[in-house]
């Protein structure tokens, strides 16, 4: 029961750092954890909803050369939730930098450098976007080399996106979860 309650306890406002803030970086950064959120989650609710319903990378190529519309709003959608996932990197580590520096700055490094390789993904998967839709290339050639992604370039993409993302919120969330300046439970969340 002890675990539960300290879960759910809710930080008392005066003891948080964002209570030092001004209404207006609050509102801003309310705003900014709301939005990193729901940028992405139109693009991936538009492409379940009427997106084709394959995992293969021709039928991807496919549906976007015959729905340019939906596809580029799609990829809008993606490429605008960026600076608000950078913004939700600084906030957690203002939140948590009190009473775990090190850990909030590491986090927030590895965290940045996750972001970064994800903004290279998103390049490349508009580049793919835009090569689908010019009609001078054959579908199935384009498919190969956007399926494959092996060359070093590509592969440091990657590994920024996933160990920087991966242990960046890790770091993060050890360091919100010891900063006590939001409830545990929603650093678990």
Not at 88 to 106: G, I, N
Not at 138 to 167: N, R
Not at 168 to 188: E, F
Request: aromatic share 8%; charged share 10%; glycine share 8%.
């Amino acid at each position: 029961m002890w675990l539960v309650s300290s879960m759910l306890k809710v930080p008392k406002p005066e003891a948080s750092p964002a209570a030092s803030w001004t209404s207006a970086g609050r509102i801003a950064a309310a705003a900014t954890l709301i939005l990193s959120a729901a940028f992405p989650l139109a693009s991936h609710l538009m492409a379940g909803l009427i997106g084709p319903r394959t995992e293969r990378t021709i039928d991807w190529i496919q549906w976007i050369a015959n729905h340019p519309d939906l596809a580029n709003l799609m990829k809008v959608f993606e490429l605008l939730a960026l600076p608000f996932l950078f913004g939700t990197a600084l906030v957690y580590v203002l939140l948590s930098r009190q009473r775990s520096p090190r850990l909030a700055y590491a986090g927030g490094i590895l965290l940045g450098c996750g972001l970064v390789g994800l903004s290279a993904v998103e390049g490349y998967e508009t580049l793919a976007y835009t090569l689908a839709q010019d009609g001078r290339f054959e579908l199935a050639t384009l498919a190969d080399p956007v399926d494959a992604m092996s060359s070093v370039p590509a592969i440091v993409m990657l590994l920024l996106l996933v160990l920087g993302a991966f242990f960046g919120l890790l770091t993060l969330a050890v360091a919100l979860w010891r900063s006590g300046a939001v409830p545990r439970a929603a650093v678990l969340i």
